[in-house]
């Protein structure tokens, strides 16, 4: 009896033991070191720029043109002229209209678009691979004979007075547009609306003009990764564009961002919930602090499990989907926190989130912590280079910033280089809460009555 009462515990203790060995996971393991994909980089007379990344095994293969300009080369009074012209530029070229584009492209198996940014217009997609030739020598169409059809001017002005007045009338938008209207001024960076009256102005042949200015040979860059006959690519691109005009050289108006202590308040009667846009230049992407930055961005509201997340989303249920984020111009970088939170914890999520800026300050965070931080911006890097698209992406935010092929190979050693101290200098040098530029759009009736906490979150308070 007694060697049967051992044994049935020593089976109660192995079947614990095995079950707790069940739920443990195991350890997370550590991104390896990035290897750029063998690419092959050729420079036309003309000054455009090719390279080809072979990449994966699908045969798939992702083309994109990018054009180094945007609404950043705007006239004052003609926003959104870039955005017009794109859409003009998407009806097709002098050979094929957007009817024939759209078949053609649908018959390799992709589709194409273009993409109007700040700061470049891209055009491109992805087919099969065995049309990569075929599928480069429309885009070049698009890119160096559009048709600006006269008949479609009207139709695409009214598409862009309906999305102002839709963007207009959202709280986000509100706030972001007057936040950067602080930083930047009249600048372009400042994403201004357009007025009606500007959109109404908007001709075809102010858009065929910005085209004539800003499009050009030396001011463009082709990307081509997946799977693809490289011969036959670069034949088909210096075929189609090896003879285009070589055009405006890259010239980015310069500004630096305006660091502001204001705090604005826009009323949104009866509004449920207060959009809060909170901010502060900080090192742009040239500057060795840079990673720094966004590892302390990460730590702070850039992920989700960010202490100002975890704070006001988790514990305090005061928003959904609050973030931060680093946001990268030629020469700037700014960062800032967004949420929208409910009406009646305003005041209360800025305490918050200044508690959590402050408390960064005043101590280095956790070691434990920063790994996980750190882990997760791994993981990330790791997960955006595993697709095409993904390296395109980088190969292209390289080139933007002029930064050296080891920002992508050092990337992950980089990360993990950061400590708890160099974070919380980050935090006390760059993030001070009361410096900061803070926009509220919300019920100005309820934020009344929080005005005291929120005022009180802006006096100096300094933690260290």
């Known amino acids: 009896m007694k060697n049967l009462i051992l044994y049935t515990s020593f089976a109660l203790l192995l079947s614990a033991t095995t079950a707790e060995a069940q739920t443990q996971l195991p350890a997370a393991g550590k991104p390896k070191d990035f290897v750029l994909p063998a690419s092959k980089k050729i420079e036309l007379p003309n000054g455009l720029k090719l390279t080809m990344v072979p990449y994966g095994n699908i045969p798939k293969v992702t083309v994109r043109v990018v054009v180094k300009t945007g609404l950043v080369h705007e006239a004052k009074g003609e ?16 050979q094929n209209d957007l009817q024939s584009l759209s078949k053609k492209v649908a018959a390799m198996g992709g589709r194409l678009s ?10 491109g997609g ?23 059809p006269a008949a479609a001017g009207e139709r695409l002005k009214n598409d862009l007075k309906r999305e102002l007045t839709v963007r207009k009338g959202q709280p986000d938008a ?36 910005f085209y004539n200015k800003q499009f050009g040979a030396q001011r463009t860059s082709i990307y081509v990764a997946g799977n693809f006959d490289a011969a036959a690519v670069n034949t088909a691109v210096s075929q189609s564009l090896g003879n285009w005009a070589k055009g ?52 702070l509201g850039g992920s989700f499990g960010s202490r100002i997340t975890r704070n006001i989303r988790e514990d305090k249920g005061y928003t959904y989907s609050p973030y931060s984020a680093v946001m990268e111009r030629q020469s700037n970088a700014v960062w800032y926190e967004k949420a929208d939170v409910t009406s009646e914890s305003t005041g209360a999520s800025l305490f918050e989130i200044s508690k959590e ?3 960064l300050q005043a101590a280095p965070p956790p070691a434990e912590e920063l790994k996980g931080i750190q882990n997760y911006e791994a993981g990330s890097f790791v997960l955006t280079n595993s697709s095409a ?12 910033f002029g930064l050296k092929e080891t920002y992508l190979t050092n990337r992950i050693k980089n990360l993990y280089s950061v400590t708890p101290a160099q974070v919380q200098n980050m935090a006390r040098k760059y993030l001070n809460y009361e410096d900061m530029t803070l926009v509220i759009v919300g019920d100005k009736k309820q934020l009344e009555s929080q005005m005291n906490t929120i005022n009180d979150t802006r006096k100096k308070k300094k933690a260290f």
Request: aromatic share 10%; glycine share 4%; net charge negative.
């Open 79 to 94: 926003t959104w002229l870039a955005r017009y012209m794109g859409k003009l530029m998407e009806e097709g070229s002098l």
């Open 114 to 123: 273009i993409n109007v940014g700040m700061e470049s217009i891209s055009i």
């Open 126 to 148: 992805s087919v099969l691979s065995e049309y990569a030739p075929e599928f480069i020598r429309l885009i070049a169409e698009v890119l160096t004979t559009p048709a600006f």
């Open 174 to 209: 509100q706030a972001q547009q007057e936040f950067f209207s602080i930083l930047f001024k009249d600048h372009p960076y400042a994403s201004q609306f357009p007025t009606e009256e500007g959109l109404n102005a908007l001709t075809v042949e102010k858009a065929r003009d």
């Open 248 to 299: 405006p050289a890259i010239s980015y108006p310069p500004v630096k961002a305006n660091k502001s202590s204001e705090l604005v308040i826009i009323d949104r009667p009866n509004a449920p919930q207060s959009t809060l846009f909170l901010g502060t230049p900080v090192p742009d992407v040239s500057s060795p602090e840079f990673t720094q930055m966004e590892i302390t961005n990460s730590l």
């Open 357 to 359: 800026i402050r408390g």
């Open 389 to 400: 698209d993904g390296i395109i992406e980088q190969l292209n935010y390289m080139d933007m």
